[in-house]
């Protein structure tokens, strides 16, 4: 695996780099574009890596996955009365369905969907900022991690897209609490700072039927586990999931901060890094190393 992870960073060295940083939150802006990194967990807990995979980033939409998933234990199948389970084919902060489907945001990796989720979060929980980064540090292992408050708060003063998602389910009666607040406690969560390794091993147990083999414990049931995957593979990738689908083959999800987690169900979870994006959000770089990945060995799911 070592010697296949440095033939990788080689193959996509000339790529690291191109595309563009995320700049429509000022504090995000300001991160290297040259970083690559790559982690890959074994279900039995082996690390392999290469690059900068210890170095902590901004996680921005992956956290959507983690509050879905803290969002389910508490609400099971009621959460898709709120949201739905369908690709939006649009891009990740549009207005327009929202509008058509009467506040029903379409699934929970848009930002309207990720509102929701935070709302009912913010139902269950007295500080579900904390609720989140608790959940992360546990399922991680690393006791360490933290928000990056410059970003969270520069998010929060660019916040007029999210606002308005989030006003507008208010106006059809999906959302509950006040949306300044879980506004705020949204941002908190996507401007949390984990590196490869962390993410890789908090996702691991989307590769080992809900078990993590951090906690000892099942985070979810084995169903819920492929509703989870299911999603990732239809809607993990903004309006790109069916590129992603064709070129990697695996369910994954990605963030403006040049993050990707991808699920090899039954054998491993990876996570890359590399912050220049392409048109559609996604890391350049990573997207071509997972591609490079999965060909290499064969992982595609499909
Ligand atoms: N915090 C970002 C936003 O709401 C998330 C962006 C992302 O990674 O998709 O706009």
């Not at 489907?101 to 900022?129: C, Y």
Request: hydrophobic residues 45%.
């Amino acid at each position: 695996m070592d010697s296949l992870l440095s033939q990788i960073l080689n193959d996509v060295k000339p790529l690291v780099g191109k595309g563009k940083v995320a700049d429509y939150i000022p504090a995000l802006s300001l991160v290297e574009a040259e970083k690559f990194g790559i982690a890959i967990c074994s279900n039995d807990g082996e690390i392999y890596k290469i690059g900068d995979a210890d170095l902590p980033f901004s996680i921005q939409s992956i956290s959507k996955v983690f509050s879905l998933i803290l969002a389910m234990e508490f609400y099971g199948d009621e959460i898709w009365t709120r949201v739905g389970h369908e690709p939006s084919g649009l891009p990740f902060n549009s207005l327009v369905q929202l509008e058509h489907e009467q506040g029903i945001p379409r699934n929970p990796f848009i930002n309207a969907g990720a509102l929701v989720v935070s709302d009912m979060n913010q139902s269950k929980f007295a500080a579900p900022d904390i609720a989140m980064r608790e959940f992360l540090k546990k399922l991680s292992g690393n006791y360490s991690i933290q928000v990056d408050k410059k970003i969270a708060d520069s998010e929060y003063e660019h916040r007029a897209r999210n606002a308005a998602a989030a006003y507008l389910m208010k106006s059809f009666n999906n959302f509950d609490n006040e949306v300044e607040d879980v506004l705020y406690n949204y941002f908190c969560n996507c401007a949390i700072k984990m590196s490869c390794v962390d993410l890789a091993k908090a996702a691991n147990f989307l590769a080992n039927k809900g078990f993590s083999f951090i906690t000892g414990k099942k985070v979810l049931t084995e169903n819920q586990t492929s509703q989870v995957n299911a999603l990732l593979a239809t809607s993990g990738l903004y309006d790109e999931a069916g590129s992603f689908a064709f070129r990697v083959g695996l369910p994954g999800k990605s963030g403006v901060g040049g993050g990707i987690v991808a699920i090899v169900p039954g054998q491993f979870s990876i996570c890359v890094w590399s912050p220049a994006l392409n048109e559609a959000g996604n890391s350049l770089a990573g997207m071509a190393a997972l591609e490079s990945l999965t060909k290499h060995i064969g992982w595609s799911v499909y």
